[in-house]
Every structure is written in C-alpha cells, then in structure tokens.
C-alpha cells in the first residue's frame, strides 16, 4: 500500500512526460511562393534562374540569325523541323540539362517559325503502330505508319563551367553554347555561346 501513490503520481507523469519531449522536438515550417522569374543568385551552382537567362539569349539568337530565313525561302514558306539530339554536361555539377534544351524548344515552338520532334518518343511510336495493325484496333482508327515528319536539323549543345576562388571571393563562369547541324549536308548552319558570371564573397564566422 506504500508504494500505490508513488506508481499511480508516476503512471500520471510519464505521459505528459513523453508529450512534453515530442513537443520540443517538433520542428516548425514556414514557407512562401516566390516568382518563378525573379533573378536570384541562392548560391554558387548552377540554378533555374541561369538556365532561363541563358535560354532567352538562345532564342532570341536563334529567330533572328540568317539560317531561319534562308530555309523559309529555300523551302518556299515551309517551317524547319528540328530534332533535339543531345546536350552534354562538362561540368563537376550535377545539371538537368533537359531544362535548358527545354526552355528554348518551348519558346521557338511558341514562336510559330520552328517545328520540333519528338524523339524520345519514336520507339513507343512506333511499338504503338504495330499493336494498332495488329487486328486488336479498329481498321478505320489504326493509325498508319509512313507519315512522319523527317528532321532537318539536329539541335545539340553543351554546359561547362569555370571556376576561380582567392581568399574569400569566388567566381563561376557558366559557358552554353548550342548549335543547329543540317541533316542532309552536315552543315552546322546556326551556333551560339553564352555565358553566365556569378561572383561571390564568403565571410567568416561571426563576420
């Protein structure tokens, strides 16, 4: 009977206890929406904002540049198409470089003077051609093969980077550089680079 009240004042506390110490380690959260267009410079990587810098440049150098209006007149109005090929990453960073190459298409597509294809999709194009002439569709909705578009130029590019650091200042220097390749000739009919420089300063503890 001694030891009844001490249990049951323990049985009580050990509870309020244990909420006690999940309250302190519960961790608060705050968060906002920023724009999405707004340059800011969150550290020295590559970034959202670089990428949208570098693919406004390339648009605008890639309608304006003659090889656009020489094909227009070569091919009597028509509108080149073009097939993303492949972008490399020379940097130590870890770069989705489909950001970029995506930037760009998206915008000269919007500009209703470039023509894109799908690539990435032309196997599953094609294994869906053949289910659809399999005897498992409808005759009048199978879709036939021998109307695709054939590419007229290769979009390729690469991203490399420079870096430079003395005492507590720090400068990364960005280079993408993009070129069109004409697939009949070979020719590389449009090339562009361009750069991005961040500099930085790091200060000490305390500073």
């Known amino acids: 009977m001694t030891f009844q009240a001490p249990l049951r004042l323990l049985a009580t506390l050990a509870p309020l206890t244990v909420l006690s110490m999940l309250s302190g380690c519960r961790s608060s959260f705050e968060g906002n929406y920023a724009d999405p267009n707004k340059v800011e410079i969150v550290d020295d990587r590559w970034s959202d904002t670089d990428a949208r810098l570098i693919g406004e440049k390339m648009i605008k150098s890639a309608l304006s540049k003659a090889w656009l209006a020489n094909y227009t007149a070569e091919s009597k109005g028509q509108k080149p198409f073009v097939l993303v090929d492949d972008f490399e990453n020379r940097t130590s960073e870890q770069i989705d470089t489909k950001a970029v190459f995506e930037s760009v298409r998206n915008e000269l597509i919007n500009s209703g003077r470039v023509r894109f294809l ?90």
């Open 118 to 207: 799908d690539g990435a999709q032309r196997k599953k194009i094609l294994d869906e051609y053949r289910y659809q002439n399999s005897g498992t569709t409808r005759k009048d909705q199978a879709k036939k093969a021998g109307n695709q578009y054939g590419a007229d130029f290769f979009l390729v590019g690469a991203i490399s980077s420079i870096v430079s650091q003395q005492g507590g200042y720090k400068t990364v220097t960005y280079q993408v550089e993009m070129r069109l390749t004409a697939i009949e000739t070979s020719e590389i009919v449009w090339t562009e680079v361009e750069k991005v420089k961040k500099q930085f300063r790091r200060s000490g503890v305390g500073g």
